[in-house]
């Protein structure tokens, strides 16, 4: 029998008066029947209801209350195998390595929460769904025997492996059981000797379950696309192949999303943003579509790409090279002199790119042949739209990205920082007002998008954010509780030039919540935009993709037939892209830390100008021009230093030697481990610390 919504109610009311105490089903049912005089069989319909919602966990014969006080349900993340966390950060909760109880990072678990030292703390009871069924890692000979080493530091068991391997072979081990403190598993493949080339990205996209290869009915359908765009596909789009359009990239860009043209009116310019238009080929729920949706995103590593899309399509008749007739979707906006959209439209289209041109092409040139004027225009128009934005409160933060030169087995050659310069910018601006505009486009439409969505920060870290810019000299005004994100744009102008600029921007950049997609326009708090989407990468995104399909089918189709399942499914697919994106902006760092200490690994007594990134209880983190990070460890120092982690500042307690943040120092390399992907340096220190003193660790 169907439980009424009261029904629910009430049982569910009378489940979380348990306060955490645990009973069977029967117990409950008999309970339920006396005080509430329901039936076995309602109570039954409501424990369902509770189960599919994550309020009710039954294990055995026994029901577990997820009240979030003494149970929860959630996933575990492994930081290293001495501990984890249970949940999102705001309310995670800690769980120590000893009480794991065989929980693998990423597993599904129920954890009983315990008051530890006035900390809330959990054990995991019972692991609900075991997420990772293999583990990396390498054998090593130790004397006689061969030691499996995970590739995490993040399993507090021992193993026990069954299989053949040989010593330095990077191998996937199948888990077959946890119990008693050990993994029990067996070599299922070998990828092959740990120091191979490739080998190192390989084992961080597996550890983050990253796909590298596409699922073979994807492959299949990508093989029956078109290398050309047919000519019966012109139907019903607005022809803008004589316009001169261009398309601006990095010069090693292969997929190519995005095309301009702009023209001059007497108020201000006509913008054309043109954009593959890849859900002509990619359509909903189709094979390729399935894996999209899965990949979420193409991979940008340092020495190759992870496309989201086959390569014919993402590099074929999806990009918009020159001098060929490509499918697009155009956003069309007619924007007056101060910067404001005051007309536009959103239609299906053919355009024929003129000419490729590349950041550096801009930037380095005056004059560019036929596209002279045009660009400058373009320019200029960006310049307006920058204003308007920095004007509402839109904040700019410095790049801290690294570029690389590397060789064909994917070694590092060198490394610079990555610096914008009036190209990007201008590609940026356009890109940002067209995604506002289609944003706002939808919303206006109730079109059941993903939007992109970045919510104000956490008010604590606001204070330590106000605090530690205190430190260095600037008070940030206004009401800490109602931040403006003109005020943090207004720190960030104030620190541009001086040395602490970087660092400032990289504290403000952790202070902020992370940029999510949600099916809810809740506004944009970092670009101070009320309405914001992806619209301008179909190729190497999915929201992107996602609108796009949504676009054909809602308003070009005008099909509604499917209108409530696709409110479900972008709410659902929100949520799976924004943790995938963490996922893959993990394994995009990690990458960038592997081939960093490579690249420094011969490097040893080489000397470098850098700055002070950051302070721990160990030592002192200083980044070189070329974006590398290393520590200096106070055990290599000449006084002992004492971190004051509030005012992110390291003094001597002999010499009185102060080091801060944003400080320039001099530093050499003194040694590279390219196990943990560390670089140790060793400092210049400033005059005062002539006395070496025994290094204390604090206590």
Same mark, same amino acid.
């Given at each position: 029998?169907?439980?009424?919504?009261?029904?629910?109610?009430?049982?569910?009311?009378?489940?979380?008066?348990?306060?955490?105490?645990?009973?069977?089903?029967?117990?409950?049912?008999?309970?339920?029947?006396?005080?509430?005089?329901?039936?076995?069989?309602?109570?039954?319909?409501?424990?369902?209801?509770?189960?599919?919602?994550?309020?009710?966990?039954?294990?055995?014969?026994?029901?577990?209350?997820?009240?979030?006080?003494?149970?929860?349900?959630?996933?575990?993340?492994?930081?290293?195998?001495?501990?984890?966390?249970?949940?999102?950060?705001?309310?995670?909760?800690?769980?120590?390595?000893?009480?794991?109880?065989?929980?693998?990072?990423?597993?599904?678990?129920?954890?009983?929460?315990?008051?530890?030292?006035?900390?809330?703390?959990?054990?995991?009871?019972?692991?609900?769904?075991?997420?990772?069924?293999?583990?990396?890692?390498?054998?090593?000979?130790?004397?006689?025997?061969?030691?499996?080493?995970?590739?995490?530091?993040?399993?507090?068991?021992?193993?026990?492996?069954?299989?053949?391997?040989?010593?330095?072979?990077?191998?996937?081990?199948?888990?077959?059981?946890?119990?008693?403190?050990?993994?029990?598993?067996?070599?299922?493949?070998?990828?092959?000797?740990?120091?191979?080339?490739?080998?190192?990205?390989?084992?961080?996209?597996?550890?983050?379950?990253?796909?590298?290869?596409?699922?073979?009915?994807?492959?299949?359908?990508?093989?029956? *696309?078109?290398?050309?765009?047919?000519?019966?596909?012109?139907?019903?789009?607005?022809?803008?192949?004589?316009?001169?359009?261009?398309?601006?990239?990095?010069?090693?860009?292969?997929?190519?999303?995005?095309?301009?043209?702009?023209?001059?009116?007497?108020?201000?310019?006509?913008?054309?943003?043109?954009?593959?238009?890849?859900?002509?080929?990619?359509?909903?729920?189709?094979?390729?579509?399935?894996?999209?949706?899965?990949?979420?995103?193409?991979?940008?590593?340092?020495?190759?790409?992870?496309?989201?899309?086959?390569?014919?399509?993402?590099?074929?008749?999806?990009?918009?090279?020159?001098?060929?007739?490509?499918?697009?979707?155009?956003?069309?906006?007619?924007?007056?002199?101060?910067?404001?959209?005051?007309?536009?439209?959103?239609?299906?289209?053919?355009?024929?790119?003129?000419?490729?041109?590349?950041?550096?092409?801009?930037?380095?040139?005056?004059?560019?042949?036929?596209?002279?004027?045009?660009?400058?225009? *373009?320019?200029?128009?960006?310049?307006?739209?920058?204003?308007?934005?920095?004007?509402?409160?839109?904040?700019?933060?410095?790049?801290?990205?690294?570029?690389?030169?590397?060789?064909?087995?994917?070694?590092?050659?060198?490394?610079?920082?990555?610096?914008?310069?009036?190209?990007?910018?201008?590609?940026?601006?356009?890109?940002?007002?067209?995604?506002?505009?289609?944003?706002?486009?939808?919303?206006?439409?109730?079109?059941?998008?993903?939007?992109?969505?970045?919510?104000?920060?956490?008010?604590?870290?606001?204070?330590?954010?106000?605090?530690?810019?205190?430190?260095?000299?600037?008070?940030?005004?206004?009401?800490?509780?109602?931040?403006?994100?003109?005020?943090?744009?207004?720190?960030?102008?104030?620190?541009?030039?001086?040395?602490?600029?970087?660092?400032?921007?990289?504290?403000?950049?952790?202070?902020?919540?992370?940029?999510?997609?949600?099916?809810?326009?809740?506004?944009?708090?970092?670009?101070?935009?009320?309405?914001?989407?992806?619209?301008?990468?179909?190729?190497?995104?999915?929201?992107?993709?996602?609108?796009?399909?949504?676009?054909?089918?809602?308003?070009?189709?005008?099909?509604?037939?499917?209108?409530?399942?696709?409110?479900?499914?972008?709410?659902?697919?929100?949520?799976?892209?924004?943790?995938?994106?963490?996922?893959?902006?993990?394994?995009?760092?990690?990458?960038?830390?592997?081939?960093?200490?490579?690249?420094?690994?011969?490097?040893?007594?080489?000397?470098?100008?850098?700055?002070?990134?950051?302070?721990?209880?160990?030592?002192?983190?200083?980044?070189?021009?070329?974006?590398?990070?290393?520590?200096?460890?106070?055990?290599?120092?000449?006084?002992?230093?004492v971190v004051d982690m509030a005012s992110q500042k390291a003094i001597g307690t002999h010499t009185n030697v102060t080091y801060v943040l944003g400080q320039k120092v001099n530093v050499k390399v003194e040694s590279v481990d390219l196990q943990e992907h560390e670089v140790e340096f060793f400092m210049k220190e400033k005059r005062g610390a002539k006395k070496r003193v025994k290094y204390r660790k604090k206590s």
């Amino acid at each position: 029998m169907k439980h009424t919504d009261t029904q629910y109610e009430k049982v569910k009311q009378a489940l979380f008066k348990a306060n955490g105490t645990v009973y069977s089903v029967d117990t409950w049912i008999q309970n339920l029947n006396q005080t509430l005089g329901f039936s076995s069989s309602i109570c039954e319909s409501v424990f369902k209801t509770m189960k599919a919602h994550e309020e009710l966990v039954q294990i055995d014969d026994l029901l577990y209350v997820i009240d979030k006080t003494h149970f929860r349900l959630g996933t575990l993340r492994v930081v290293r195998e001495t501990f984890g966390f249970v949940g999102d950060k705001a309310d995670a909760i800690y769980i120590g390595g000893r009480n794991f109880n065989g929980a693998l990072d990423r597993d599904v678990v129920l954890v009983q929460c315990n008051q530890v030292n006035k900390q809330e703390e959990g054990d995991v009871i019972k692991v609900m769904e075991r997420k990772r069924s293999f583990i990396l890692g390498t054998f090593e000979k130790k004397g006689k025997t061969l030691l499996f080493k995970p590739y995490e530091n993040k399993f507090p068991y021992n193993f026990e492996i069954k299989g053949e391997a040989t010593p330095n072979q990077r191998v996937i081990i199948a888990v077959d059981r946890v119990k008693n403190g050990v993994v029990e598993g067996h070599v299922q493949s070998v990828l092959g000797l740990a120091d191979e080339p490739g080998i190192d990205v390989i084992s961080v996209l597996m550890v983050h379950d990253l796909e590298v290869a596409f699922n073979q009915d994807a492959l299949d359908q990508a093989a029956t *696309m078109p290398d050309e765009v047919d000519p019966t596909s012109f139907e019903g789009r607005i022809d803008h192949r004589n316009q001169n359009v261009i398309t601006v990239d990095g010069e090693d860009a292969k997929d190519l999303d995005d095309a301009i043209y702009l023209e001059r009116k007497a108020d201000g310019y006509r913008l054309y943003v043109h954009i593959a238009d890849v859900s002509h080929y990619v359509t909903p729920k189709s094979p390729l579509d399935v894996n999209a949706s899965e990949r979420t995103s193409s991979i940008y590593l340092v020495d190759r790409v992870v496309p989201m899309l086959p390569k014919n399509l993402s590099n074929g008749v999806c990009s918009l090279h020159p001098n060929v007739d490509r499918l697009t979707l155009t956003c069309m906006m007619d924007i007056d002199s101060k910067g404001v959209v005051d007309n536009y439209a959103v239609y299906p289209s053919i355009i024929q790119s003129k000419r490729r041109m590349s950041y550096n092409e801009i930037n380095q040139n005056d004059t560019w042949g036929n596209e002279t004027d045009m660009i400058h225009d *373009m320019l200029h128009c960006a310049q307006i739209l920058h204003y308007t934005r920095n004007q509402a409160g839109s904040i700019d933060f410095e790049s801290d990205e690294a570029k690389y030169v590397v060789d064909h087995e994917g070694n590092v050659l060198d490394i610079y920082r990555r610096t914008q310069g009036e190209a990007e910018a201008m590609i940026e601006a356009f890109m940002v007002c067209a995604n506002e505009t289609v944003a706002r486009h939808c919303k206006y439409l109730e079109i059941p998008i993903m939007y992109r969505v970045h919510e104000k920060p956490d008010l604590e870290k606001v204070k330590g954010l106000s605090h530690t810019l205190r430190t260095l000299g600037y008070r940030m005004k206004g009401s800490l509780d109602k931040i403006h994100p003109k005020t943090l744009q207004k720190a960030m102008d104030y620190f541009k030039d001086r040395p602490e600029g970087p660092v400032v921007s990289r504290l403000m950049i952790r202070s902020m919540s992370k940029a999510r997609y949600d099916q809810e326009p809740i506004g944009h708090f970092g670009l101070a935009l009320e309405d914001y989407a992806h619209f301008t990468s179909p190729i190497r995104r999915y929201p992107d993709l996602w609108l796009h399909q949504c676009l054909r089918k809602y308003v070009f189709n005008h099909d509604f037939s499917h209108f409530n399942d696709d409110v479900q499914m972008a709410q659902d697919c929100a949520a799976h892209v924004s943790s995938k994106e963490r996922d893959i902006m993990e394994a995009e760092r990690d990458v960038e830390k592997i081939k960093k200490a490579q690249y420094m690994k011969d490097k040893k007594g080489e000397a470098y100008e850098g700055f002070i990134s950051g302070f721990s209880n160990y030592g002192i983190f200083v980044e070189l021009e070329n974006t590398v990070e290393g520590v200096v460890p106070f055990r290599s120092m000449r006084d002992h230093m004492v971190v004051d982690m509030a005012s992110q500042k390291a003094i001597g307690t002999h010499t009185n030697v102060t080091y801060v943040l944003g400080q320039k120092v001099n530093v050499k390399v003194e040694s590279v481990d390219l196990q943990e992907h560390e670089v140790e340096f060793f400092m210049k220190e400033k005059r005062g610390a002539k006395k070496r003193v025994k290094y204390r660790k604090k206590s």
